[in-house]
Structure formats: C-alpha cells, structure tokens
C-alpha cells in the first residue's frame, strides 16, 4: 500500500519545521545580561598563582552557569562578555603574605525560551 506523493510531501514539511509558504519556524529566545561576583579561591598563594587560579576557565564557566541559574528554571548560558578583573585580599594568620583572589563585575549574557514559542502548530499564531 503506497501513500501519494502529496501525503508525503505535508508529512515531511509538518515534521521538519517548515509551512506550506517555506518559512521555518525558529525558537524565540529572552536574553539577559547580567553583571556578579566570582567567590576567591580556597588556598592562600602568592599573587600571581592567585590570579591564575581566579582567571581559570573552569572558574568561569562554573559561576557564569550559577550566575544563570539564579535566574530561575531554564535560564542557560548564552556567551561570557567580559571576564572582569580580579581583586585580591591578603590572607592571615599562617598564610600571611599570601592572597585569595576573585574576579570582580564578570558580566554574562543568559537565555531562555519564550514561553509560547515552542510547541506551536505551523502557521498558527
């Protein structure tokens, strides 16, 4: 039992996105930049080692991720703008000499999806 053609062709265009005009239909998104601090390190080193461990990428990634998820449910990292500058504060104690650093005014952009914008029929409003 073949199907015709054109039961065919409506399939293959209702389940790949695209309406009978040829536009695709594209998930809207809301996008949110924002501007926070990353925690210092857990060890006290010397400035320079501080600074790189404040500047590694895991640190950035990690916080721009939090960053976003403090937003609320289904926010999600969309690209870190700036990586912001770090600012270090001596340690005490047995450590003195030594400092912990974290980067100050890391500005990240987050997204979600529009609500609304997924899940629609084609060429339904």
Request: glycine residues 8%; aromatic residues 6%; hydrophobic residues 35%.
């Amino acid at each position: 039992m073949k199907a015709p053609l054109a039961t065919v062709l409506a399939a293959v265009l209702l389940f790949s996105g695209l309406s009978l005009s040829g536009h695709a239909l594209a998930t809207e998104y809301i996008y949110r930049d924002l501007m926070a601090n990353t925690l210092p390190s857990p060890g006290c080193t010397d400035e320079a080692q501080a600074i790189a461990n404040a500047n590694k990428p895991f640190n950035l990634n990690k916080y721009s991720k939090k960053f976003c998820q403090s937003q609320g449910y289904g926010w999600h990292v969309e690209a870190i703008k700036d990586n912001g500058k770090p600012v270090c504060h001596v340690c005490t104690g047995a450590d003195s000499g030594k400092q912990q650093c974290h980067l100050e005014d890391v500005v990240v952009t987050c997204k979600r999806i529009k609500p609304g914008s997924v899940g629609m029929l084609p060429g339904k409003s």
